[in-house]
T-cell receptor
Framework: AQKVTQAQTEISVVEKEDVTLDCVYE???????LFWYKQPPSGELVFLIR????DEQNEISGRYSWNFQKSTSSFNFTITASQVVDSAVYFC?????????????WGAGTKLIIKP | DAMVIQNPRYQVTQFGKPVTLSCSQT?????MYWYQQKSSQAPKLLFH???????NEADTPDNFQSRRPNTSFCFLDIRSPGLGDAAMYLC???????????FGQGTRLTVV
Protein backbone atom coordinates (compact mmCIF):
# COMPACT_ATOMS: atom_id res chain seq x y z
CA ALA A 1 0.00 0.00 0.00
CA GLN A 2 1.09 3.54 -0.68
CA LYS A 3 0.96 6.04 2.11
CA VAL A 4 2.42 9.35 3.24
CA THR A 5 2.65 10.16 6.94
CA GLN A 6 3.19 13.62 8.35
CA ALA A 7 3.13 12.89 12.04
CA GLN A 8 3.33 16.53 13.12
CA THR A 9 -0.15 18.01 12.97
CA GLU A 10 0.95 21.45 14.09
CA ILE A 11 4.26 23.08 14.91
CA SER A 12 4.69 26.47 16.51
CA VAL A 13 8.04 28.24 16.73
CA VAL A 14 9.29 31.72 17.25
CA GLU A 15 10.59 33.64 14.29
CA LYS A 16 14.23 32.98 13.36
CA GLU A 17 14.17 29.49 14.78
CA ASP A 18 14.95 26.56 12.50
CA VAL A 19 12.16 24.04 12.04
CA THR A 20 11.97 20.61 10.41
CA LEU A 21 8.80 19.09 9.01
CA ASP A 22 8.82 15.33 8.82
CA CYS A 23 7.53 13.19 5.98
CA VAL A 24 7.62 9.41 5.87
CA TYR A 25 6.33 7.50 2.87
CA GLU A 26 5.49 3.91 2.04
CA UNK A 27 5.63 2.31 -1.36
CA UNK A 28 6.94 -0.88 -2.90
CA UNK A 29 7.58 0.79 -6.22
CA UNK A 30 11.17 1.47 -7.10
CA UNK A 31 10.30 4.50 -9.20
CA UNK A 32 8.32 7.22 -7.53
CA UNK A 33 8.24 10.95 -7.01
CA LEU A 34 8.02 13.02 -3.86
CA PHE A 35 6.70 16.54 -3.56
CA TRP A 36 6.30 19.29 -1.03
CA TYR A 37 3.59 21.92 -1.34
CA LYS A 38 2.89 24.97 0.77
CA GLN A 39 -0.66 26.20 1.39
CA PRO A 40 -0.75 29.66 2.94
CA PRO A 41 -3.97 31.04 4.48
CA SER A 42 -4.97 32.41 1.05
CA GLY A 43 -5.62 28.80 0.00
CA GLU A 44 -3.48 28.37 -3.09
CA LEU A 45 -1.20 25.35 -3.05
CA VAL A 46 2.32 26.35 -4.00
CA PHE A 47 4.76 23.81 -5.39
CA LEU A 48 8.08 23.73 -3.53
CA ILE A 49 10.02 20.72 -4.73
CA ARG A 50 9.84 17.47 -6.67
CA UNK A 51 12.27 14.64 -6.17
CA UNK A 52 12.46 11.33 -8.00
CA UNK A 53 13.41 8.13 -6.25
CA UNK A 54 16.76 7.86 -8.01
CA ASP A 55 17.99 11.23 -6.85
CA GLU A 56 18.93 11.16 -3.21
CA GLN A 57 20.85 14.38 -3.27
CA ASN A 58 19.77 16.85 -0.69
CA GLU A 59 18.41 20.12 -2.01
CA ILE A 60 18.87 23.62 -0.71
CA SER A 61 16.92 26.61 -1.94
CA GLY A 62 17.56 29.73 0.09
CA ARG A 63 16.28 29.09 3.60
CA TYR A 64 14.62 25.84 2.54
CA SER A 65 16.34 22.48 2.46
CA TRP A 66 15.19 18.93 1.92
CA ASN A 67 16.72 15.71 3.17
CA PHE A 68 15.73 12.63 1.16
CA GLN A 69 16.73 9.31 2.72
CA LYS A 70 15.54 6.15 1.04
CA SER A 71 16.94 4.02 3.86
CA THR A 72 14.35 5.50 6.22
CA SER A 73 11.74 6.35 3.56
CA SER A 74 11.80 9.94 4.63
CA PHE A 75 11.75 13.25 2.84
CA ASN A 76 12.07 15.91 5.51
CA PHE A 77 11.86 19.64 4.99
CA THR A 78 13.80 22.19 7.01
CA ILE A 79 13.25 25.92 7.14
CA THR A 80 16.23 27.83 8.46
CA ALA A 81 15.73 31.15 10.22
CA SER A 82 11.97 30.94 9.94
CA GLN A 83 9.89 33.99 9.13
CA VAL A 84 6.28 34.86 9.80
CA VAL A 85 5.56 34.51 6.07
CA ASP A 86 6.46 30.84 6.34
CA SER A 87 3.28 30.27 8.33
CA ALA A 88 1.20 27.84 6.28
CA VAL A 89 0.12 24.25 5.98
CA TYR A 90 2.78 22.12 4.32
CA PHE A 91 1.90 18.95 2.47
CA CYS A 92 4.18 16.14 1.46
CA UNK A 93 2.95 13.97 -1.40
CA UNK A 94 3.93 10.86 -3.33
CA UNK A 95 3.20 9.82 -6.90
CA UNK A 96 4.01 6.56 -8.58
CA UNK A 97 5.39 6.20 -12.05
CA UNK A 98 3.12 3.28 -12.84
CA UNK A 99 -0.04 4.99 -11.67
CA UNK A 100 -1.74 5.96 -14.88
CA UNK A 101 -4.20 8.09 -12.98
CA UNK A 102 -1.42 10.43 -11.90
CA UNK A 103 -2.83 10.24 -8.42
CA UNK A 104 -0.94 12.18 -5.79
CA UNK A 105 -0.97 10.48 -2.42
CA TRP A 106 -1.05 13.27 0.11
CA GLY A 107 0.06 13.44 3.68
CA ALA A 108 -2.33 15.00 6.15
CA GLY A 109 -0.33 18.20 6.24
CA THR A 110 1.57 20.00 8.96
CA LYS A 111 0.37 23.40 10.08
CA LEU A 112 3.36 25.62 10.76
CA ILE A 113 2.89 28.70 12.90
CA ILE A 114 5.72 31.20 13.10
CA LYS A 115 5.29 33.67 15.92
CA PRO A 116 6.86 37.10 15.68
CA ASP B 1 0.77 36.82 -13.34
CA ALA B 2 -1.57 34.05 -12.32
CA MET B 3 -1.18 30.97 -14.50
CA VAL B 4 -4.11 28.99 -13.22
CA ILE B 5 -7.17 31.12 -12.63
CA GLN B 6 -10.29 30.01 -10.88
CA ASN B 7 -13.58 31.84 -10.87
CA PRO B 8 -15.25 32.78 -8.73
CA ARG B 9 -13.10 32.83 -5.60
CA TYR B 10 -16.20 32.47 -3.44
CA GLN B 11 -19.47 30.88 -4.46
CA VAL B 12 -22.63 30.59 -2.44
CA THR B 13 -25.28 28.27 -3.80
CA GLN B 14 -28.58 26.93 -2.57
CA PHE B 15 -29.06 23.34 -1.60
CA GLY B 16 -29.89 21.42 -4.74
CA LYS B 17 -29.24 24.27 -7.15
CA PRO B 18 -26.73 23.42 -9.89
CA VAL B 19 -23.49 25.31 -9.79
CA THR B 20 -20.50 25.55 -12.11
CA LEU B 21 -16.96 26.43 -11.15
CA SER B 22 -14.46 27.43 -13.79
CA CYS B 23 -10.75 27.16 -14.27
CA SER B 24 -8.47 28.49 -16.96
CA GLN B 25 -4.76 28.12 -17.53
CA THR B 26 -2.13 29.94 -19.53
CA UNK B 27 0.50 27.23 -19.22
CA UNK B 28 -0.75 25.09 -22.12
CA UNK B 29 -0.49 22.04 -19.89
CA UNK B 30 -1.91 18.72 -21.00
CA UNK B 31 -3.24 17.67 -17.63
CA MET B 32 -5.91 19.43 -15.62
CA TYR B 33 -7.20 18.32 -12.24
CA TRP B 34 -10.06 19.09 -9.94
CA TYR B 35 -9.57 18.60 -6.23
CA GLN B 36 -11.92 18.98 -3.31
CA GLN B 37 -10.43 20.11 -0.04
CA LYS B 38 -12.33 20.23 3.21
CA SER B 39 -11.14 22.06 6.27
CA SER B 40 -7.93 20.71 7.81
CA GLN B 41 -7.70 17.92 5.26
CA ALA B 42 -5.50 17.12 2.31
CA PRO B 43 -6.88 17.72 -1.18
CA LYS B 44 -8.91 14.89 -2.62
CA LEU B 45 -8.73 14.25 -6.35
CA LEU B 46 -12.13 14.26 -8.04
CA PHE B 47 -11.06 13.82 -11.67
CA HIS B 48 -8.46 14.77 -14.18
CA UNK B 49 -8.04 15.21 -17.90
CA UNK B 50 -5.06 14.22 -19.93
CA UNK B 51 -5.75 16.27 -23.02
CA UNK B 52 -9.34 15.26 -23.76
CA UNK B 53 -9.17 11.94 -21.96
CA UNK B 54 -11.31 12.12 -18.88
CA UNK B 55 -10.50 10.10 -15.74
CA ASN B 56 -12.98 9.90 -12.93
CA GLU B 57 -11.85 8.78 -9.49
CA ALA B 58 -13.79 5.74 -8.33
CA ASP B 59 -15.19 7.46 -5.27
CA THR B 60 -16.16 10.74 -6.92
CA PRO B 61 -19.92 11.14 -6.50
CA ASP B 62 -22.08 11.13 -9.63
CA ASN B 63 -23.25 14.56 -8.55
CA PHE B 64 -19.94 15.93 -9.82
CA GLN B 65 -19.28 16.32 -13.52
CA SER B 66 -16.57 18.00 -15.50
CA ARG B 67 -16.07 19.48 -18.95
CA ARG B 68 -12.93 20.48 -20.77
CA PRO B 69 -13.93 22.23 -23.99
CA ASN B 70 -10.34 23.10 -24.90
CA THR B 71 -6.81 23.02 -23.51
CA SER B 72 -7.20 26.22 -21.55
CA PHE B 73 -10.52 25.74 -19.79
CA CYS B 74 -12.02 23.22 -17.45
CA PHE B 75 -15.32 23.31 -15.58
CA LEU B 76 -16.65 21.55 -12.54
CA ASP B 77 -20.40 21.09 -12.46
CA ILE B 78 -22.16 20.12 -9.27
CA ARG B 79 -25.64 19.04 -10.31
CA SER B 80 -27.37 19.08 -6.95
CA PRO B 81 -25.13 20.46 -4.24
CA GLY B 82 -25.64 19.13 -0.76
CA LEU B 83 -24.43 20.57 2.50
CA GLY B 84 -21.60 18.05 2.46
CA ASP B 85 -20.28 19.51 -0.77
CA ALA B 86 -19.27 22.74 0.92
CA ALA B 87 -15.51 22.87 0.50
CA MET B 88 -12.61 24.50 -1.28
CA TYR B 89 -12.37 23.35 -4.88
CA LEU B 90 -8.90 23.49 -6.36
CA CYS B 91 -7.99 23.33 -10.01
CA UNK B 92 -4.47 22.36 -11.02
CA UNK B 93 -2.47 21.70 -14.15
CA UNK B 94 0.68 19.82 -15.00
CA UNK B 95 2.69 19.29 -18.13
CA UNK B 96 2.62 15.53 -17.93
CA UNK B 97 2.43 12.68 -15.48
CA UNK B 98 4.47 12.92 -12.31
CA UNK B 99 5.53 16.49 -12.91
CA UNK B 100 4.68 19.22 -10.50
CA UNK B 101 1.18 20.59 -10.47
CA UNK B 102 0.35 24.27 -10.47
CA PHE B 103 -2.72 25.22 -8.53
CA GLY B 104 -5.23 27.99 -8.80
CA GLN B 105 -6.33 29.97 -5.77
CA GLY B 106 -9.38 27.83 -5.35
CA THR B 107 -13.11 28.45 -5.16
CA ARG B 108 -14.65 28.26 -1.73
CA LEU B 109 -18.14 26.86 -2.10
CA THR B 110 -20.79 27.45 0.51
CA VAL B 111 -24.11 25.60 0.32
CA VAL B 112 -27.05 27.17 2.10
Amino acid sequence: AQKVTQAQTEISVVEKEDVTLDCVYETRDTTYYLFWYKQPPSGELVFLIRRNSFDEQNEISGRYSWNFQKSTSSFNFTITASQVVDSAVYFCALSLSMDSNYQLIWGAGTKLIIKP
Amino acid sequence: DAMVIQNPRYQVTQFGKPVTLSCSQTLNHNVMYWYQQKSSQAPKLLFHYYDKDFNNEADTPDNFQSRRPNTSFCFLDIRSPGLGDAAMYLCATSGSMNTEAFFGQGTRLTVV
